[in-house]
């Protein structure tokens, strides 16, 4: 059974960081392209920061460039997101996505994690 689990998200004042972490069990880790979508309140999700199987090619979306960075530990089945320069805004759910297949540089029809909240205050 595959299970896709984020940590690391929290309340942090606006120009702070936050470390996201994401774990994937029950597949072939580095088979699998692997992204951080968000999605606050009354809005759709959005992908924020993809990456490859081998980590070489990443997206980030405009809105994030410079201050978020995606990586991955294919030894350690782990996904990152630094989160650095936080903006009132970068407030949503994060989730963390795993799939075979990607779509406009992020993983799409794949698995799923529950994800967890990012609260950036002013």
């Known amino acids: 059974q595959v299970q896709v689990v984020e940590s690391g998200g929290g309340l942090v004042q606006a120009g702070g960081s936050l470390r996201l972490s994401c774990t994937a069990s029950?597949?072939?880790?580095?088979?699998?392209?692997m992204g951080w979508f968000r999605q606050a309140p009354g809005k759709e999700r959005e992908g924020v920061s993809c990456i490859n199987w081998s980590g070489h090619i990443t997206y980030h979306a405009d809105s994030v460039k410079g201050r978020l960075t995606i990586s991955r530990d294919n030894a350690k089945s782990t996904l990152y997101l630094q989160m650095d320069s936080l903006k009132p805004e970068d407030t949503a759910m994060y989730y963390c996505?795993?799939?075979?297949?990607?779509?406009?540089?992020?993983?799409?029809?794949?698995?799923w994690g529950q994800g967890t909240q990012v609260t950036v205050s002013s």
């Open positions: 996505a795993a799939s075979l297949a990607m779509v406009d540089g992020c993983p799409r029809d794949g698995y």
């Open positions: 029950g597949l072939i880790f580095d088979d699998y392209a």
